[in-house]
């Protein structure tokens, strides 16, 4: 059995004590008249005299952060999800009764406090307690602001510790959660429909990845955790919901690292009647308006270097950032072994079953992502990795299809959607010989969305951006963890 510690000892000492005087350490609800916030607001502005007119008492609630005590008086923070305000408990004014009950409260606890707004010596705006009330008791001590939680595992682990200790964490997720929602009212206000489609799929497709598998006991049947929603959204336009978005959560099968989670955010959005370059378009001025708003202007730090998002931004075909950018020699794009040869030159890990398109793509990883950025749209990918995509019509060993890299990273991936039935038919055809080889990542034949296609799909382009990634970007986060509430973590074996 594992001992205990004192800390935990004395306060479950406390909370004994604190029941047998009648208190309850958990009781129903607060009332409350105003956030710490709001009361900064209303208050902060007014001199003492000011608020010696107001003569009324006020209650608030939060959670105490620090406390010094001085024998028959203590000063104390309230922290409540808003803000954070000194609280002065005085043994004659809350009587001592509750000033007993007070003396057994510690950092942690949640309390109510009601009573006055003063200004101390120092002129720091304080609520004088005239009642107060034990919301929540904390069995366990926060660790302190700069020693006790600078462990990243722990942190990741213990978010919520993370939240309370960390302020410019906590700052972290709001940013994200209203950058997402400015990302919704973009899509809305261009007339696009929020849809949900499912999580749980019998065929995983619209994205070569490695999916997870789950089994259904009532159906009897295998299910897969989505890659992505891209063939539910498609069928969604050939039932003439013509511009549609979703806000997912996506689950690959596959390692982790700075920039990848097993389980992560995104938006995919289908537009009829438009191509891929319609969407650059779009994309541009997505991203104008969120730099704008968060930002104020055309640029935002990242990891010491600054992100122009001045427009036009840059577009580069994959064959000319390869060997602008990667110093690789035109005959590459001609010929499988010459890609291998760079590839093994570069000691970049390839397989003898890797398509000329992968190697391809495999070169571009390794020596032009990371170069780029400032906001560049890479444009005419190999059909053989874009199983989805249109063909160019000028080129049909390329596709009409864009990936948007800033920072030095993929953020989004885009392209005219493939709607010819039969061509969809034999790219899924070729995916089935992939996995049949070993391929795990390879795409599985969807007959249902073949037959959706058949009904007819109008000309549409379809695009997908990485939430979390855009948001590393706008808090300037290092590692995708950052960005993320609870990312995956391996079980701990002690």
Known sequence: MQKKSPILTERMNKSRKLREKGVDLYPCGADVDMSISEALERFGGLGEEELKKEDHAYALAGRIVSRRDFGKASF???????????????????????????KLMDIGDFIQVKGPFFRTRTGELTILAEDLKLL??????????????????????????????????????????????????????????????????????????????TYHNALAMPLYLRVAPELYLKRLVVGGLERVFEINRNFRNEGISIKHNPEFTMIEFYMAYATYEDLIALTEELFSRLVSLFHGKASIPYQGKEIDFTRPWRKISLKDALVEIGGI??????????????????????????????????????????????????????????????????????????ELFIGGWEIANGFTELNDPVDQRKRFEHQVALRETGDEEAQFMDEDYVTALEYGMPPTAGEGIGIDRVIMLFTDAPSIRDVILFPLMKTRQD
Request: hydrophobic share 35%.
């Open 136 to 213: 929540s008791k904390s069995l366990r001590p926060l660790p302190e602001k700069w020693h006790g939680l600078t462990d990243v595992e722990t942190r990741y682990r213990q978010r919520y510790l993370d939240l309370i200790v960390n302020e410019e964490v906590k700052d972290v997720f709001i940013r994200r959660a209203r950058i997402t929602q400015a990302i919704r009212d973009f899509f809305t206000e261009k007339d696009f429909i929020e849809v949900e489609t499912p999580m749980m799929q019998p065929i995983p497709g619209g994205a070569t990845a490695r999916p997870f598998k």
């Open 76 to 102: 104390m923070h309230l922290q409540d999800r808003s803000g954070r305000l000194q609280s002065y408990i005085r043994k004659d004014k809350v009587g001592q009764e509750n000033f007993e009950v007070f």
């Open 329 to 402: 020699e035109e005959k590459a794009f001609r010929d499988r072994e010459a890609a291998a040869e760079a590839a093994r030159a570069h000691e970049i890990d390839i397989s003898s079953k890797d398509s000329h398109g992968k190697l391809i793509t495999k070169l571009f990883d390794v020596l032009v992502e990371p170069q780029l950025i400032n906001p560049t749209f890479v444009v005419g990918y190999p059909t053989d990795v874009s199983p989805l995509s249109r063909r160019n019509d000028q080129d049909p060993e390329l596709t009409d299809r864009f």
